[in-house]
Structures are given as structure tokens and as C-alpha cells.
């Protein structure tokens, strides 16, 4: 009995294991043959960075140079400035710790259109500087504490970018009111502490959110944010 026993078992087991190895091909989950999903903040065709900086400071250096160029003649400044929102938009898609290096590269490139508009060399270094904290700021509150590009999915996000885009052009708008009156220039002082905010939001609204990663939404939006949409 003990020889019969020991021959039929290597059968027995053999059979026993195709048995459960057909099982375990049953009871497996589907492989899913849909391709998988785009990740946040990656899109299909990508550009090197040094080729997306100098394609966003050149241009930088001709928009500011039309802005001032066709600037109504009533006005001692442009009618609005598109500058900040495409210079926000430069330094949200890097890191904070380049925030720096960004806003001066920006500075470098809108500083001499600044000059040749008319404007005196200290005041427009000062405007300048003041323009390079506005960006700076901007960036480091839409990278968040995490650190990374900025959406606009939820109503959430658009209330942040909103009170963002409106806190740094107020900023800039005290501080080139401030370094105005310190260097003298009382009359345009006036004029920037009431139309600079305007003119930097009206930039950064327009202009920032083209930059920005737009995921398609699943759920139609509330009748609040669709108002808001519109207003904006």
C-alpha cells in the first residue's frame, strides 16, 4: 500500500496544482488595456526650459516695448501691463528657489524699455525692483508650500489666484508709490498708487492663467463659480 501510495502522488500533486494554476487564471483581474491617464502638469509634447525662458523674456522685452510705444498720449503710463502676468507665469512653472534668478533675469530684459520710455534711471530702477518683489511674492504664494505648479480645477484654486493676482498688484502698486515720492516725483506717485494695482491684475489675470494646468472636470461647475468665471 505504501508503494502505491508514493507512486500515485507526483500525479496527484501535478494534477492538483494545473488545477489551481487554472483557478488563479480565472479568478485574475483583467489586465486594463486603456492607456493610462496623463499625469498632472505633464502634456505630450514638452519644451526644454532654457527654450521656454528665452521664448518668455523675448517675449517680455517686446511686449513692455509695445505697451509703452502705444501707450494713449493722455496717460504717463501704459494702459495696462501685461508684463507682470507673463512674468508671474515664468516663475510658477520653476521651482521657488529660482524665483530670484527668474525676476532678475526679468528685470534685466525691462529695464532698458523702461529707460528709453522716459523714465529717469533711479526711478526706473526702483519700479523695476519693485516689479521683481511682486513676482517673487506672486510665485512663492502660487507654488505653495509644496512647491509645485499651480491648477486651476476648483473654485478654491480660482479664489487663491484671484486674491493673489489682486495682493501683488496692490503690493507693487505701494511700493512704486513709495519709491516715487522718495525720489521725488510727487505727481507720478499719485498717478501709480491709483492705477498700477489695476493695470498689473488686469496683466496677471488675462495672462498668467494661460500657463496654468486646466484638468478636464468631470463635474459641472457651480452656478458661484460659473458667476465669478464671468466677472473675472
Not at 496544482?17 to 483581474?29: E, F, H, I, R
Not at 480645477?153 to 495682493?167: E, H, N, V, W
Not at 498708487?193 to 494661460?210: E, Q, R
Request: aromatic share 8%.
Amino acid at each position: 500500500m505504501d508503494t502505491v501510495k508514493s507512486s500515485e502522488s507526483p500525479g496527484s500533486d501535478s494534477r492538483r496544482q494545473t488545477l489551481l494554476d487554472d483557478l488563479g487564471g480565472v479568478l485574475a483581474p483583467p489586465k486594463d488595456s486603456r492607456p493610462s491617464a496623463p499625469q498632472p502638469g505633464r502634456s505630450r509634447w514638452q519644451v526644454p526650459n532654457w527654450v521656454f525662458i528665452a521664448g518668455m523674456l523675448l517675449a517680455t522685452f517686446l511686449v513692455a516695448a509695445l505697451s509703452l510705444q502705444t501707450r494713449p498720449t493722455a496717460l504717463a503710463t501704459a494702459a495696462w501691463w501685461p508684463i507682470a502676468g507673463i512674468a508671474l507665469a515664468l516663475g510658477m512653472r520653476f521651482p521657488r528657489k529660482y524665483a530670484w534668478i527668474l525676476a532678475a533675469a526679468v528685470a534685466a530684459v525691462t529695464l532698458p524699455v523702461v529707460v528709453w520710455a522716459g523714465r529717469p534711471p533711479p526711478l526706473a530702477i526702483a519700479l523695476t525692483v519693485a516689479a521683481s518683489i511682486e513676482m517673487v511674492i506672486g510665485t512663492w504664494l502660487l507654488r505653495g508650500r509644496r512647491d509645485r505648479s499651480p491648477t486651476l480645477s476648483t473654485s478654491r484654486d480660482l479664489g487663491k489666484f484671484l486674491l493673489i493676482a489682486i495682493g501683488t498688484s496692490v503690493l507693487y502698486g505701494l511700493l512704486a508709490w513709495g519709491s516715487s515720492r522718495l525720489l521725488g516725483d510727487l505727481e507720478g506717485a499719485h498717478d501709480r498708487l491709483l492705477t498700477s494695482a489695476p493695470k498689473h491684475a488686469a496683466g496677471i489675470l488675462l495672462l498668467t492663467p494661460l500657463f496654468m494646468y486646466l484638468p478636464r472636470r468631470q463635474q459641472r461647475a457651480k452656478y458661484f463659480e460659473s458667476t465669478v468665471q464671468v466677472l473675472v
